[in-house]
């Protein structure tokens, strides 16, 4: 029985290592679902969910691990596994949601969004969306936000 998904989702991202996925890559797909609502990524498994398996460079879950919280700000605590299925092997990167944003170390800020066709992709976090994902909470027309979350 298959445990990896058949297709992407809010929540699942898949990222072929068939040529060997590059850092940011794999740190910009972490960052964008620690910006959402956390999920899983799996590295070794094409965008139609065929699993082609991991690149040696990424077979080492401690290697990973230290990759990825070395090249996220603030560092993100990932939990991963490795998948043996279908004759390959996939790596499953459990991505915890953050409380606070996360951008790469170079600064990249994304978070996961679905296209109207209910497809899914990282798509830049403006500044203007950062107060509705810092202060979560009916929002305040027409009138001038408090300081801090609307403190009185």
Request: glycine share 6%; charged share 20%.
């Amino acid at each position: 029985m298959r445990t990896i998904p058949h297709q992407e989702s809010l929540t699942i991202e898949f990222k072929s290592d068939l040529n060997c996925l590059p850092d940011s890559d794999l740190i910009a797909a972490v960052v964008c679902l620690a910006n959402t609502d956390g999920g899983m990524d799996y590295i070794g498994v094409e965008d139609d969910g065929t699993i082609t398996g991991l690149h040696s460079k990424h077979q080492s879950i401690t290697s990973l691990s230290a990759l990825i919280a070395n090249r996220t700000n603030p560092p993100i605590s990932v939990r991963i596994t490795l998948i043996q299925e279908d004759g390959h092997k996939a790596a499953a990167i459990q991505v915890p949601k953050s409380p606070r944003l996360v951008a790469t170390s170079e600064g990249l800020l994304q978070r996961r969004h679905l296209q109207a066709d209910g497809t899914p992709q990282c798509v830049p976090f403006y500044p203007h969306e950062f107060i509705s994902r810092q202060c979560p909470g009916p929002a305040r027309p027409f009138r001038q936000p408090r300081h801090r979350c609307h403190p009185r």
